[in-house]
T-cell receptor
Framework: TQLLEQSPQFLSIQEGENLTVYCNSSSVFSSLQWYRQEPGEGPVLLVT?????EVKKLKRLTFQFGDARKDSSLHITAAQPGDTGLYLCAARYNQGGKLIFGQGTELSVKP | GAGVSQSPRYKVAKRGQDVALRCDPI?????LFWYQQALGQGPEFLTY????????KSGLPSDRFFAERPEGSVSTLKIQRTQQEDSAVYLC????????????FGAGTRLSVL
């Protein structure tokens, strides 16, 4: 069974703070994606990482893919209340197939 | 439409009733996925279609769950004799092979079984 461990499960911080969310597996991914989901909506793709060691930036969000392609992290700099939501990592273990999701990180950014 | 559309958005069922959840994928998308999301958890894979062919149904939790996509477009997820543990949000996603297999999600159907 392929499992994706995501941590922390809950995070409550003040506006302006930095945070990091982690996503780990014992298996190698073919690709890993990060999603953000708001209440009553489906997940929305933020980024896809494919290459081991890859770093991608999206404004204040930085995504890293581990060298061995078994782990990834999402770092948010100077968090804002608009960043509040459920952050999900999802791995694909073969091309075109299903996504395996982590259990999610519920982020709350207080003004 | 521009995105994946799911209906109904909310469904309340009495235990033992049958329900049918509909997904309209993005036009032209070959692949269609169903996921189940419990409250406060990440989505869990249920089943996958490529056109009308159901290529993977390994995630369906029991034989009470059935999905179809007869014409390779609209899909229906049917749950027979609903149980309380079936209460969850059911998400549909579609993707095109040309689009790098990015999955676009609908807003989901929230099913509550009383």
């Amino acid at each position: 069974t392929q499992l994706l461990e995501q941590s922390p499960q809950f995070l409550s911080i003040q506006e302006g703070e930095n945070l990091t969310v982690y996503c780990n597996s014992s298996s190698v991914f073919s690709s890993l994606q990060w999603y953000r989901q708001e209440p009553g909506e489906g997940p929305v793709l933020l980024v896809t990482v494919v290459t081991g060691g890859e770093v991608k930036k999206l404004k204040r969000l930085t995504f890293q893919f581990g060298d061995a392609r078994k782990d990834s992290s999402l770092h948010i700099t100077a968090a804002q209340p608009g960043d509040t939501g459920l952050y999900l990592c999802a791995a694909r273990y073969n091309q075109g197939g299903k996504l395996i999701f982590g259990q999610g990180t519920e982020l709350s950014v207080k003004p | 439409g521009a995105g994946v559309s799911q209906s109904p958005r909310y469904k309340v069922a009495k235990r033992g009733q049958d329900v049918a959840l509909r997904c309209d994928p993005i036009s032209g998308h070959v692949s269609l996925f169903w996921y189940q999301q419990a409250l406060g958890q990440g989505p869990e894979f249920l089943t996958y279609f490529q056109n009308e062919a159901q290529l993977d149904k390994s995630g369906l939790p029991s034989d009470r769950f059935f999905a179809e996509r007869p014409e390779g477009s609209v899909s229906t997820l049917k749950i027979q004799r609903t149980q309380q543990e079936d209460s969850a949000v059911y998400l549909c996603a579609s993707s095109s092979l040309a689009g790098g297999n990015i999955q676009y999600f609908g807003a989901g159907t929230r099913l509550s079984v009383l």
